[in-house]
């Protein structure tokens, strides 16, 4: 069956890059069906759409964190990865790598499968 | 930017029926989706494209949409169900959520 496993480092400190990645197994990673999301949750908050890494090297990210996001497929791996720049404790978060499923061209895509979430403190 | 707006909490009496509501300006020209999400646990698909339900979702979650609002119905609620609900819409290519319910079955 499809899973996605996020790992990473669990404390970043202010003003460094947080790095993550988001292992895939049971499923092709390299299909035109489906895209790779990162999304977040801050704790006692709704969920927050990161962005996401598409097609041969296409990528879409949240207007609010576009400058400080990098989203890249490894697909030798079946990795996904996630680069924060300049991290304030604002992105301390539960970060989710999801797979998204491609509806058609008329839209209607959705996240099927997501991942346990790995907590991600931003502290000194 | 585009806002999807949940009431913060519902709570509901096993065996009853419960009400998540969602709304945003776009709903009414675009798709809905509800997550389920508990504690340690990948979230879950619940309902996607407003109405249809993924496989091996329970008969009893459905999804309608009126307006500018979705809604997600719970029918003959079990404690199981006691979860945080997300509702969630495409604004062009960014996903955008609504800041969650938490359903309480007392």
């Known amino acids: 069956q499809v899973q996605l496993q996020e790992s990473g480092p669990g404390l970043v400190k202010p003003s460094q890059t947080l790095s993550l990645t988001c292992t895939v197994s049971g499923a092709s990673i390299d299909s035109y069906s489906y895209y790779w999301n990162w999304i977040r949750q801050p704790a006692g908050k709704g969920l927050e759409w990161i962005g996401r890494f598409y097609g041969s090297g296409s990528t879409n990210y949240n207007p609010s964190l576009k400058s400080r996001v990098t989203i890249s497929l490894d697909t030798s791996k079946k990795q996904l990865s996630l680069k924060l720049s300049s991290v304030t404790a604002a992105d301390t978060a539960v970060y989710y790598c999801?797979?998204?499923?491609?509806?058609?061209?008329?839209?209607?895509?959705?996240?099927?499968?997501w991942g346990q979430g790995t907590l991600v403190t931003v502290s000194s | 930017s585009y806002e999807l707006t949940q009431p913060p909490s519902v709570s509901v009496s096993p065996g009853q029926t419960a009400s998540i509501s969602c709304s945003g300006d776009k709903l009414g020209n675009t798709f809905a989706y509800w997550y389920q999400l508990k504690p340690g646990q990948s979230p879950v698909l619940v309902i996607y494209q407003d109405t249809k339900r993924p496989s091996g979702i329970p008969e009893r979650f459905s999804g309608s949409t009126s307006g500018n609002t979705a809604t997600l119905t719970i029918s003959g609620t079990q404690a199981i169900d006691e979860a945080d609900y997300s509702c969630q819409a495409w604004d062009s290519s960014t996903a955008v959520f609504g800041g969650g319910t938490k359903l309480t079955v007392l």
């Open positions: 999801a797979r998204e499923a491609v509806a058609g061209k008329t839209g209607g895509n959705y996240f099927d499968y």
